[in-house]
């Protein structure tokens, strides 16, 4: 078991890794000001790296979302630490999925950090209907051959995706990061993950700070002289996991590095496992198309929405009433916001052309003609 936060972890291609690394966003600098004073308490990212380190991190999560790879490269390189002492996790993001695109962002990446290696390389998310994950692999196994990549994983994959994969390389990704806390736990996943050496990588792994004050494990915390933060993180590793934090304030950084001078008994643990009731926080990767891809669709079906409102109904006070109506269709949505009628617009593509890379153009088509369906649709309810 580890005993501090610079112990490592082996993964199943035998490179080794700390087990916790510090993740964030960057914040535009340009508004760097106000985004102080809507936070007041909070430092940007950018501002806690040199904090992060002086607690001990050595371990860093990025990708192309969060805007933080170059800012992360030049510290690595500038801060006096040997290079094979830190280590930086980054993600293919949507739109750079297949083969030949994922090979030109890698070398991107590692021309923008400066570096001449990345420890290890996620496929962001599998976005299934769009059919490139298996050729995203398939490159990043590619340069973990060569050397720039030491090891490759994916995130947010499921058991379904893990089957393609296994057809395409004979590599077995590292890792898998998801979201899991104590209370979300897949355990046909996890299964699966054990018997072929993958490790989990826990992102959320307190549920965005939404269990920090679970009544339920003040007992635990107290035992310990730790927080209930303390003992979920230690949960995390106990259990085997990598694991993402993130916070904006200087004190949760060291708090959560210190979950290392203390063990949970067997009946701590066990008293965890009865937390999970599958509380997901963060979307269902079977149904979620990439942020990149579903937000212009979503935008498409409002403006045509307004487009056909405008044009057939003079009457105002139908309008209004189309509205509604329509509004409330739209409330049903996934745990984070991803609306059923939105992910309607692309299993209708997938369903006329398959799985391929287009589909996010379809699925705008789609939106076109659905928005128009479905107006006509409640102008007939409201006939009757």
Not at 13 to 35: I, Q, R
Request: hydrophobic share 30%; charged share 30%; net charge negative.
């Amino acid at each position: 078991m580890y005993h501090s936060i610079t112990d490592k972890i082996t993964l199943n291609n035998g490179y080794k890794m700390p087990p916790v690394s510090a993740c964030g966003d960057m914040e535009d600098s340009d508004d760097l000001e106000l985004w102080k004073q809507k936070h007041p308490g909070e430092v940007p990212f950018q501002e806690n790296i040199e904090e992060y380190l002086k607690c001990g991190y050595r371990s860093f999560d990025t990708g192309k979302r969060y805007g933080t790879e170059e800012v992360l490269g030049k510290v690595f390189r500038e801060c006096g630490i040997p290079r094979e002492e830190l280590y930086l996790t980054t993600k293919v993001y949507h739109d750079e999925h297949g083969y030949d695109r994922t090979l030109k962002y890698v070398d991107s990446v590692l021309k923008k950090t400066g570096l001449d290696y990345i420890d290890l390389f996620l496929i962001h998310c599998p976005v299934t209907c769009r059919g490139l994950y298996a050729q995203t692999y398939k490159a990043l196994a590619e340069c973990c051959e060569s050397g720039v990549i030491r090891a490759v994983g994916v995130s947010n994959f499921t058991v379904q995706h893990y089957y393609e994969l296994a057809e395409i390389s004979g590599i077995v990704p590292a890792v898998n990061q998801r979201e899991q806390h104590p209370y979300y736990v897949q355990h046909n996943l996890l299964a699966y993950e054990r018997k072929h050496g993958i490790i989990p990588q826990s992102y959320s792994p307190i549920g965005q700070g939404k269990y920090v004050n679970d009544k339920r494990l003040e007992w635990i915390a107290q035992r310990h002289e730790k927080s209930i933060a303390q003992v979920i993180l230690r949960w995390h590793l106990q259990k085997g996991f990598m694991l993402v934090t993130r916070t904006c304030k200087k004190y949760r950084m060291q708090e959560n590095a210190d979950i290392f001078d203390f063990e949970l008994s067997a009946e701590e643990m066990a008293f965890m496992e009865t937390l999970n009731r599958g509380e997901r926080n963060w979307h269902d990767p079977m149904r979620f198309p990439g942020s990149c891809f579903y937000y212009p669709v979503e935008k498409t079906f409002k403006e045509a929405v307004e487009k056909e409102l405008e044009s057939r109904y003079p009457d105002k006070a139908l309008r209004e009433c189309i509205r509604k109506r329509l509004d409330e269709c739209m409330q049903y949505q996934d745990v984070d916001g991803t609306k059923d009628a939105i992910i309607f617009c692309f299993a209708r593509a997938e369903a006329k052309y398959g799985k391929n890379p287009g589909i996010p153009a379809q699925a705008e088509k789609e939106a076109t003609l659905l928005a128009g369906e479905m107006i006509r649709w409640i102008e007939n309810q409201e006939v009757k």
